[in-house]
Nanobody, 117 residues
Framework: VQLQAFGGGLVQAGGSLRLSCVAS????????VGWHRQAPGSKRELVAF???????SYADSVKGRFTISRDNAKNTVYLQMNNLKPEDTGVYYC????????????WGQGTQVTVSS
């Protein structure tokens, strides 16, 4: 399985971006996907998660601003990010967690998001 993440960029505070994570096969509908971010000098943190059944959860820091969604027909998971803040700056990675192991098994290459104040 290969994941490709794209859609990052430079945006002013208050702006929006939509990230996409495309899989090489039909894996998203039966497994779990998470968007993580890593700020400079910080550990990678999970910010949004979508289960195989469609349930979603978010880190408190992004709740109400970010929305994770999935299009099974396109093998794509999205992260819609609204009202972006400078502290949202970082490299965003999508990860695939197999339902059978509940471990992160595959990662996209990361896409840079920079929010200017």
């Amino acid at each position: 399985v290969q994941l490709q993440a794209f859609g990052g960029g430079l945006v002013q505070a208050g702006g929006s971006l939509r990230l996409s994570c495309v899989a090489s096969g039909r894996v998203f509908s039966v497994n779990h996907v998470g968007w993580h971010r890593q700020a400079p000098g910080s550990k990678r943190e999970l910010v949004a998660f979508i289960q195989s059944g469609g349930s979603t959860s978010y880190a408190d820091s992004v709740k109400g601003r970010f929305t994770i969604s999935r299009d099974n027909a396109k093998n794509t998971v999205y992260l819609q990010m609204n009202n972006l803040k400078p502290e949202d700056t970082g490299v965003y990675y999508c990860g695939l967690m197999y339902d059978s192991t509940l471990a992160w098994a595959h990662w996209g290459q990361g896409t840079q998001v920079t929010v200017s104040s």
